[in-house]
Nanobody, 123 residues
Framework: VQLQASGGGLAQAGESLRLSCAAS????????MAWFRQAPGKEREFVVA???????HYADSVKGRFTISRDNAKGTVYLQMNSLTPDDTAVYYC??????????????????WGQGTEVTVSS
């Protein structure tokens, strides 16, 4: 599976951006899809994941502001980001894997990674 992330860019605080991650290689519907992010000087952190069952897990920092969705027919997962703040500035990575529930927030649970798309939010 190859993942191609896009949609990053510049935004002002309070604005919205939508990221996309297109998968190729087959089997998309059977994978759990997730977004992680890495801010400058910080470790990569979990943002959100959506399992094949539809179950969704959000990091507390983005609950109520970010929404993950997936279109299995298109092999694409989306991240709608609203009410952005400067703390959301990071490189965002999409990932695919088959994590169990207790590991859905762990980056090592995911086999495939996109190249990252940069999001910069100014105050």
């Amino acid at each position: 599976v190859q993942l191609q992330a896009s949609g990053g860019g510049l935004a002002q605080a309070g604005e919205s951006l939508r990221l996309s991650c297109a998968a190729s290689g087959g089997g998309f519907s059977g994978y759990g899809m997730a977004w992680f992010r890495q801010a400058p000087g910080k470790e990569r952190e979990f943002v959100v994941a959506k399992r094949p069952t539809g179950a969704t897990h959000y990091a507390d920092s983005v609950k109520g502001r970010f929404t993950i969705s997936r279109d299995n027919a298109k092999g694409t997962v989306y991240l709608q980001m609203n009410s952005l703040t400067p703390d959301d500035t990071a490189v965002y990575y999409c990932a695919a894997g088959r994590p169990i529930t207790s590991s859905v927030m762990v980056d090592k649970s995911y086999y495939y990674w996109g190249q990252g798309t940069e999001v910069t939010v100014s105050s």
